[in-house]
């Protein structure tokens, strides 16, 4: 039997006193591939913020669960460390940080918290060297600035890059598909599933079924009104494109 990775249970959250999350449940198990749909407003972009630990959300009730620790004790740092990783759907652009830097001090940072040597700027590259091959990102792409002038489709491959070389437990994608072609997604997801860790969980955020066609989820998740109201298989999706959110009986998962 496999082990959750992620336990959430009765979950309320909001940001400037508005209600987002109502009565939220969820468990992924190790391994797992998880799509979370619903419409606008819904709430899964504030699922996704309040697992990582953004301080302009607060959590009225329920808890959180992410390898047998309580994640709303912990900072997001440290979140980050213990294995979680958001993947975001408008990245920012940092001036003056080489996304070489940017990468190498996250990787030893993460390194130094587990109590293992951190890897010299030319070791670092060697690391490097493979994902930027997956990815197909040339290197010179590690010395423009954190971001900055990338196109959406170089944002968003600068994540998945960030993603491979920290090895999460859990990542969570929320919407890193939107705006790409059907050629940039399919780069991305044979990059994901061609290199993380096996037993590494993915929570997707997406509106697009392409995106679901490559990565071929466990479940998915229809969201409405802060609340999963239906969890199912990939045939979910052929009915949310024949017929609509509307057609999802209000229900818990």
Not at 240 to 245: A, D, R, S, T
Request: proline fraction near 4%; glycine fraction near 6%; include cysteine.
């Amino acid at each position: 039997m496999k082990k959750n990775i992620l336990t959430i249970r009765n979950l309320d959250a909001s940001i400037e006193k508005k209600k987002i999350l109502n009565d939220f449940h969820l468990e992924i198990a190790q391994s797992e591939i998880h799509v979370l749909m619903g419409p606008n407003g819904s709430g899964k972009s504030t699922l996704s913020k309040v697992l990582a630990g953004h301080p302009a959300y607060q959590i009225q009730k329920g808890s959180i669960v992410f390898q047998n620790q309580n994640l709303l004790d912990l900072a997001p740092e440290i979140r980050s460390h213990e294995g979680l990783f958001l993947a975001f759907q408008y990245p920012l652009e940092i001036p003056g940080l080489t996304n070489y830097d940017f990468l190498r001090i996250a990787f030893n940072e993460k390194r130094k918290y587990w109590n293992l040597p951190e890897v010299t700027p030319l070791e670092f590259m060697e690391v490097i060297q493979t994902f930027l091959q997956q990815l197909k990102i040339k290197e010179e792409f590690l010395h423009r600035n954190v971001n900055e002038g990338f196109s959406g489709g170089e944002k968003k491959r600068n994540e998945i890059l960030q993603m491979l070389l920290l090895q999460p437990k859990l990542v969570i994608l929320d919407e890193i598909d939107s705006g790409l072609d059907i050629d940039a997604i399919k780069i991305i997801c044979d990059g994901i599933l061609e290199n993380i860790s096996p037993e590494t969980s993915l929570l997707v955020i997406t509106h697009y079924p392409k995106m679901i066609t490559y990565l071929k989820p466990d479940f998915v998740h229809i969201m409405r009104e802060g609340k999963i109201i239906q969890t199912g298989n990939v045939g979910l999706v052929e009915q949310l494109e024949n017929f609509g959110y509307d057609s999802f009986c209000e229900k818990l998962s």
